[in-house]
Nanobody
Framework: QVQLVESGGGLVQPGGSLRLSCAVSRSIFSIKAMGWYRQAPGKERELVAAFTSGSTTTYADSVKGRFTISRDNAKNTVYLQMNSLKPEDTAVYYC?????????????WGQGTQVTVSS
């Protein structure tokens, strides 16, 4: 079993910044894919940013140029730096890891961290 623990959420004013962290209970070096998703009230969970393979990254159009995903393999941690935050970024943010065991891919999720952008 893999544990993912998010932290760093909170209340921030529009235009502000937050950095989310996702601590993983095992080495992230060989994990197939890791990313951040978010879910706002009444909406479906959506991809925000992810490492899709190795160092390749992908971002939702709505966050390009404002958010940056990064990783520290030595700390088994993935980060999401969020700048120029907007009220529409308000959501619960979840960390995800896609791990292959044998020939099967499994998805693991953290418990989520709330981000609220409001004046």
């Amino acid at each position: 079993q893999v544990q993912l623990v998010e932290s760093g959420g909170g209340l921030v004013q529009p235009g502000g910044s937050l950095r989310l962290s996702c601590a993983v209970s095992r080495s992230i070096f060989s994990i197939k894919a890791m990313g951040w998703y978010r879910q706002a009230p009444g909406k479906e969970r959506e991809l925000v940013a992810a490492f899709t393979s190795g160092s390749t990254t992908t971002y939702a159009d709505s966050v390009k140029g404002r958010f940056t995903i990064s990783r520290d393999n030595a700390k088994n941690t993935v980060y999401l730096q969020m700048n120029s935050l907007k009220p529409e970024d308000t959501a619960v943010y979840y960390c995800n890891a896609q791990i292959i065991y044998g020939s099967t891919e499994y998805g693991f999720w953290g418990q989520g961290t709330q981000v609220t952008v409001s004046s």
